[in-house]
C-alpha cells in the first residue's frame, strides 16, 4: 500500500515561509494526483491544493492563491507545497494525499491515501 510521509512543518512567525514535503515509499509517485489539506482544530479537513500526476495541471483553495505554490519532482517521488506570506489562519495539521487518477480535485473524499501529518503553526 502506498504510505505517505510529511515533513517540514515547524512555528513561524506570520509572513514567514515553510516548505512541505511529501515522500512516498517503496511505490512511484507519478502515476497519482497529489492533494494537500489542512484541519485545524474544531474545524473540518479542507483542501489547500493539489497537482495532477504529470505536474501539469494545479488547483489551489482561494484563500492560498499567490502565496501558496504546489509542485512535483518524480525523480525523487516528491510533492512539494511552498508556503509564502503565511497567516496564523494557515495554523494547522497538514496532510498530503494520493489519489488513484491522473486528474487534480479539491475534494478530500477523492483521495485514497493519506500521510500522518506535519503541524504548521504560525504565531508571533
Known amino acids: 500500500q502506498l504510505q505517505l510521509v510529511e515533513s517540514g512543518g515547524g512555528l513561524v512567525q506570520p509572513g514567514g515561509s515553510l516548505r512541505l514535503s511529501c515522500v512516498a515509499s517503496e511505490f512511484s509517485l507519478d502515476i497519482y494526483a497529489i492533494g494537500w489539506f489542512r484541519q485545524a482544530p474544531g474545524k473540518e479537513r479542507e483542501a489547500v491544493s493539489c497537482i495532477s500526476s504529470s505536474g501539469g495541471e494545479t488547483a489551489y483553495k482561494n484563500s492560498v492563491k499567490g502565496r501558496f505554490t504546489i509542485s512535483r519532482d518524480n525523480a525523487k517521488n516528491t510533492v512539494y507545497l511552498q508556503m509564502n506570506s503565511l497567516k496564523p489562519e494557515d495554523t494547522a495539521v497538514y496532510y498530503c494525499?494520493?489519489?488513484?487518477?491522473?486528474?487534480?480535485?479539491?475534494?478530500?473524499?477523492?483521495?485514497?491515501?493519506w500521510g500522518q501529518g506535519t503541524q504548521v503553526t504560525v504565531s508571533s
Open positions: 494525499a494520493a489519489r488513484n487518477f491522473r486528474a487534480c480535485v479539491l475534494w478530500p473524499s477523492s483521495y485514497d491515501y
